[in-house]
């Protein structure tokens, strides 16, 4: 404390001097050592003159040790944490993708286009397994159609070759024609001596012989006709049956 001297009464009036403690020196801007503190200094002389403000107004040293205490909390803060903060941490989620074990985005699309390449493969290799098989069956149906509209003409040449007027060039002709019929898929068959197969031949007429063990054709009175395992026309036979 002080002690000012009133010029009118010469009364001696108690006056005030302080200790600057503040962490920051108002003139240089630094942080002070520990422990050190500035000398007592009288406020009217650190006012400047007409200004209305004393130099040592505690608010203002009170704001300024906050602030500074602040930064230093948050450095401090910083460091405790042990985190190495990047300048550029535009890396930064990249990396806690790669940790994390999740897939980057270009490779969560590589995976979505094979997938889609995948499956319309496999649909393609469908619709061409599909194709074909209508193919097969467009064709089978076409020489089944044209073997149908022939049967009738061919049971004629066939009678005609059996009486003899199929001579010279005609005969030529028609060898050609069940060869051609045959290229196309279209086999006659029925012989005499076969064995009866109710799947393959319609029994004309039946009778009983001592020749045969078992159901045997005899006579062909009309061939069949089939495209692979498809009848076209059962052969129509006669059959004999085993004497009991």
């Not at 890396?91 to 995948?118: C, H, M, N």
């Not at 009486?163 to 051609?180: C, R």
């Amino acid at each position: 404390m002080t002690a000012n001297e009133d010029p009118q009464d010469g009364r001696t009036e108690p006056g005030f001097s302080f200790n600057d403690k503040r962490r920051i020196d108002p003139e240089t801007g630094e942080v002070r050592a520990d422990g050190q503190q500035a000398a007592p200094q009288d406020p009217a002389a650190e006012a400047p003159a007409g200004s209305g403000e004393q130099a040592g107004d505690p608010a203002q040293a009170s704001g300024a040790g906050a602030s500074a205490a602040g930064d230093a909390t948050d450095a401090a803060d910083a460091a405790d944490l042990g985190v190495e903060i990047p300048e550029d941490a535009s890396s930064l989620a990249d990396e806690v993708v790669t940790e994390g074990g999740a897939q980057s985005p270009d490779a969560i699309l590589a995976e979505e286009r094979l997938a889609d390449l995948q499956r319309i493969n496999a649909e393609y290799a469908a619709y061409r397994m599909r194709a074909n098989r209508e193919q097969d069956r467009a064709r089978e149906n076409g020489a089944i159609a044209l073997a149908e509209a022939l049967i009738p003409v061919l049971d004629e040449v066939r009678l005609a070759k059996e009486n003899g007027d199929v001579t010279g060039q005609f005969d030529v002709h028609v060898t050609k024609l069940f060869e051609s019929l045959e290229k196309a898929g279209v086999v006659q068959y029925g012989e005499v001596g076969e064995e009866f197969d109710p799947a393959h031949h319609e029994a004309l007429m039946q009778q009983p012989s001592d020749e045969v063990d078992g159901p045997t054709v005899f006579m062909v009175m009309q061939p069949g006709y089939r495209y692979g395992d498809r009848i076209i026309r059962a052969a129509r036979v006669g059959v004999q049956q085993p004497a009991d």
